[in-house]
């Protein structure tokens, strides 16, 4: 439900911009131990070659994955996240960019996916603060926090500036589910019981073979008589 919905204001947010705008829409989802930052960058159709250009720097028409990536670094280091006042680093996942002409008829979005690693931190409140400050000419900001996957992290609340280029996220970061503590100690438990079980049997096994050697004499001399 969660990814039908993002790919739903995904497509309402490609449909709804401008065509001399650069719509820049940034999707964050918060872990106990990381952050996931996903970007979609749109260029209207007024923008598309300044963007292609931006990417095509040896000019010969096509994108290549060097200057894929050369690009998609570049708009990660225009990229600020930080944790409770302290910045964190986000580094670059995945990529997916549209060839040229997508881009000419204003339908081209490049996908971003970020990864940044989180301090180890206490239980209770905090704030996670994301700033884009990627072409800022001509470009449209969209900024909005993810439902958290963890039942560890409740999202509190979300603040934008005016346009959009920062938005700052308090969340509560709890213990971990009792559910899951409980699985897995009764994971243990079964493991252990098994365990038992089987050197039990195998002792088991082992008595009623030495039994059955030892009385083996006895029935071949009855035999014999």
């Not at 719509?23 to 749109?42: F, K, Y």
């Not at 970061?173 to 195998?202: D, F, N, Q, Y």
Request: contains cysteine.
């Amino acid at each position: 439900m969660l990814a039908l919905t993002t790919a739903i204001v995904a497509v309402a947010e490609v449909s709804a911009h401008r065509r001399d705008e650069y719509l820049q829409a940034a999707r964050i989802a918060i872990d106990p131990g990381g952050v996931q930052l996903e970007l979609d960058l749109t260029p209207g159709i007024a923008l598309a070659e300044a963007i292609i250009a931006d990417i095509d720097r040896n000019r010969d028409g096509s994108l290549s994955q060097d200057e894929q990536r050369a690009y998609a670094g570049l708009v990660v280091t225009a990229l600020t996240l930080e944790v409770d006042g302290s910045p964190v680093r986000a580094h670059l996942a995945a990529t997916s960019f549209p060839d040229a002409e997508a881009m000419r008829r204003g339908e081209g979005t490049i996908r971003l996916q970020s990864t940044a690693t989180l301090p180890r931190l206490s239980m209770g409140p905090h704030q996670l603060l994301f700033r884009n400050s990627h072409h800022p000419v001509s470009s449209v900001y969209l900024a909005n926090a993810l439902v958290p996957r963890s039942d560890a992290v409740a999202v509190t609340g979300q603040r934008r500036d005016g346009d959009q280029t920062q938005l700052t996220i308090d969340y509560v970061l709890g213990p971990a589910p009792a559910t899951s503590t409980a699985a897995w100690l009764l994971g243990g438990i079964a493991a252990a019981m098994v365990m038992v079980l089987g050197i039990r049997r195998s002792r088991s096994v082992g008595c009623r073979r030495e039994k059955s050697v030892a009385a083996a004499p006895a029935r071949r001399s009855a035999v014999s008589s």
